[in-house]
Each structure stands twice: as structure tokens, then as C-alpha cells.
Nanobody, 122 residues
Framework: QVQVVESGGGLVQAGGSLRLSCAAS????????MGWYRQAPGKQRELVAT???????TYADSVKGRFTISRDNAKNTVYLQMNSLKPEDTAVYYC????????????????WGQGTQVTVSS
């Protein structure tokens, strides 16, 4: 199986910064896309940023210019540097990895972390 674990959430004042980390581990055959999603209370989960193994990056319009996603393919780890945080960035942030395990190398699945809370105070 493949496990995904996030870290780095917390409480920060508006204008501050946080860095989230996420590592995929276990019986990994390959990881194609890694990314971050978030869900605020009463809202649907939304994409924040994704990065492929070839470093193709996508950002939500709401975070462009403020957040930076990066990845270490050798460590199956993805990072999200969040600067100029706003109260509306408050949410549970989930890491996602799209890939396959050694048990089923050619079947890709979505693997999710348990989420980490980010709270931005005004």
C-alpha cells in the first residue's frame, strides 16, 4: 500500500508564511502527480496546486503569486510554501498523490493524506 502523510500546518497571522510538507511512502511503484487541496468549513474541497513528475505545475488562481509548490522526486515528497497568507486561506490542507503500487504497477490510484489544519488570523 501507499501512505501519504502531511506536516507543517498551524496558526499564523495574516501576511505570514507557512510551509507544508508531504511524503508518500510504502510499496510505491511510481508517483505521477502530487498536489495540495484544501477544504474550508462548509465548502467543497478545492485544488490549490499540483506538480507532475516532470515539474508541470498548476495553481489555483486564488494562490498564484503567493504559494509555491515544489517536489523531490527521489524522496516522493512535495512541499507547499505559502506566503502572504490571508484569512480566506484558512482550511484543512490535504496532500494528494496519484500513482501506483508495486502490487499493481499499471493501475493508478489517488492516495490522500489525513489533512493538516492551516488557520490564518486577521
Amino acid at each position: 500500500q501507499v501512505q501519504v502523510v502531511e506536516s507543517g500546518g498551524g496558526l499564523v497571522q495574516a501576511g505570514g508564511s507557512l510551509r507544508l510538507s508531504c511524503a508518500a511512502s510504502g510499496s510505491i511503484f511510481s508517483i505521477n502527480v502530487m498536489g495540495w487541496y484544501r477544504q474550508a468549513p462548509g465548502k467543497q474541497r478545492e485544488l490549490v496546486a499540483t506538480i507532475t513528475s516532470g515539474s508541470i505545475i498548476t495553481y489555483a488562481d486564488s494562490v498564484k503569486g503567493r504559494f509555491t509548490i515544489s517536489r523531490d522526486n527521489a524522496k516522493n515528497t512535495v512541499y507547499l510554501q505559502m506566503n502572504s497568507l490571508k484569512p480566506e486561506d484558512t482550511a484543512v490542507y490535504y496532500c494528494n498523490a496519484v500513482g501506483s503500487s508495486t502490487r499493481s504497477p499499471y493501475d493508478e490510484y489517488d492516495y490522500w493524506g489525513q489533512g493538516t489544519q492551516v488557520t490564518v488570523s486577521s
